[in-house]
């Protein structure tokens, strides 16, 4: 195996800022075999330093580049008959797979079938005007927040300076009588 390329191997350091990754990312590639590895004695005192392969770091690089962005506006290939280009077009829009379309939407119809089942189904429960309606007289505090539409600071404030009431039970619990009242 020809091992003159460590003298030219690139540092961690130098891997991450290349390839934007972190070490991790470099140490998961070099144990897959991506990215070829070896101790090199590097500095003046001669420390060890492992160092990657330049050719497998370039070769990720290229593999992580995405290609050229498409151009909005392209010349036109025309002449305005002396010899110059009539000017600059609009880009025709790239191609669309049509299946992948079908498939992005049935995804999507999908998922909003299944959070459409989810949904309550009770009127009692959607949102009204303070929040979710609910029958229940005392509240979590995450309920008190929903419910009032205060925040969560606001309210823990409020219990702590006295003038909202709430007993702590496992966390605190809120009466509605008492949330009206603010």
Same mark, same amino acid.
Do not use: C
């Given at each position: 195996?020809d091992?003159?390329?460590?003298?030219? @191997?690139?540092? %961690?350091?130098?891997?991450?800022?290349? !390839? #934007? +990754?972190?070490?991790r990312?470099?140490?998961g590639? /070099?144990?897959?075999?991506?990215l070829?590895?070896? #101790?090199?004695?590097?500095?003046?005192? @001669?420390?060890?330093?492992? =160092?990657?392969?330049p050719?497998d770091?370039?070769?990720?690089? *290229?593999e992580?580049q995405?290609?050229?962005?498409? &151009?909005?506006? +392209?010349? +036109?290939? $025309?002449? %305005?008959? %002396?010899?110059?280009?009539?000017?600059?077009?609009? $880009?025709?829009?790239? /191609? +669309?797979?049509?299946?992948?379309? #079908?498939?992005?939407? *049935?995804?999507?119809?999908? =998922?909003?079938?299944e959070?459409?089942?989810?949904a309550?189904q009770? &009127?009692q /429960?959607?949102? @009204? *005007?303070q @929040?979710?309606?609910?029958?229940?007289?005392? !509240?979590?505090?995450?309920?008190?927040?929903?419910?009032?539409?205060?925040s969560?600071?606001?309210?823990?404030r409020?219990?702590?300076?006295?003038?909202?009431? /709430?007993?702590?039970?496992?966390?605190?619990?809120?009466?509605k009588?008492?949330?009206?009242?603010l």
């Amino acid at each position: 195996m020809d091992d003159t390329w460590r003298a030219h @191997g690139l540092t %961690n350091d130098e891997v991450m800022d290349r !390839l #934007r +990754v972190g070490i991790r990312t470099v140490q998961g590639w /070099a144990k897959e075999g991506r990215l070829r590895h070896a #101790r090199d004695k590097r500095g003046e005192r @001669g420390q060890w330093v492992t =160092v990657y392969h330049p050719d497998d770091v370039a070769e990720l690089a *290229a593999e992580r580049q995405p290609g050229p962005p498409t &151009p909005f506006l +392209v010349p +036109v290939t $025309a002449s %305005n008959g %002396n010899g110059h280009s009539a000017g600059l077009q609009i $880009a025709p829009p790239p /191609a +669309v797979d049509p299946e992948g379309v #079908r498939t992005m939407a *049935a995804f999507v119809l999908a =998922v909003l079938t299944e959070l459409r089942k989810d949904a309550p189904q009770d &009127p009692q /429960a959607t949102q @009204g *005007a303070q @929040g979710p309606q609910t029958e229940k007289p005392i !509240l979590t505090l995450t309920e008190a927040v929903q419910w009032s539409g205060w925040s969560r600071t606001y309210l823990l404030r409020k219990i702590h300076t006295g003038t909202l009431k /709430a007993e702590k039970d496992g966390g605190w619990k809120i009466r509605k009588t008492d949330l009206e009242q603010l």
